[in-house]
């Protein structure tokens, strides 16, 4: 059976007269989990927002590739974390996930209790309100969102940047859980979790993609990114 593959063509977006996405075109693939690498301002979370539907493209087109056919992207084949975790802070954690499972429908759905077990939520914890939750449990949450709906993409814009050490490791391992049934592409300024999590590494640079490969065997994989990186402005 064919792998499913995300395939983006020539995407573009600018804001007034300054270009950020000239002709963004790259194809992931189910399995895998790319970092998706650039300065600040580069464009990374513009083309997560595109991908997302929150934003519209100026030109260029992305369709997936189920099985040998392909399609446009139907908005319930991604599935999103942002940087910043947008829950009800007024509703514990235990509400908010059965308040989701309502609205999300499942085969094979679990409890409210068997989702936060998922993502080790205590049982003392899962019964608060959420306003009270650390970064990482927060961020628990939001991940959650996305192992309940099983998305077929999945994009994570800075997942780890407020997390604590324990909940990061924890973080990690439900990505890497994920990437057998999902094309997930990590948006990350933290190298070393790219070197260590990622299966392929992918510069957004100067509005472009390309591929870093063979970067495990790269003795000096900072340097190279660095470098890769450098003459990127940051104006953008």
Known sequence: MNRLKLELRDIQKSFGNQSVLKGCSYTFEQGNIYGLLGRNGAGKTTLFNILYEEMKQDSGT??????????????????????????????????????????????????????L???????ESRHRIIKTYSSGMQSKLSLLTVIITQPKIILLDEPLTAVDVVSGIELK?????????????????????????????????????????DFRSEEQFEKQI?????????AL
């Open 62 to 115: 992305f369709t997936l590739h189920i099985d040998g056919k392909e399609r446009a992207v139907d908005p319930e084949d991604i599935g999103m974390v942002f940087t910043d975790n947008y829950l009800p802070e007024f509703l514990t954690g235990y509400e908010f996930v059965s308040f989701f499972l309502d609205l999300h429908k499942q085969e094979n759905q679990l409890s409210v209790d068997e989702y």
């Open 173 to 213: 391992q439900l990505f890497m859980n994920l990437k057998s049934e999902s094309i997930i592409i990590l948006s990350t300024h933290m190298l070393q979790l790219a070197e260590d999590m990622c299966d392929e590494l992918v510069l957004l640079k100067g509005g472009l993609l390309s591929s870093m490969e």
């Open 226 to 234: 660095i470098q890769a990186l450098s003459e990127e402005s940051s």
């Open 117 to 123: 077990d998922i993502v080790s939520i205590d049982e």
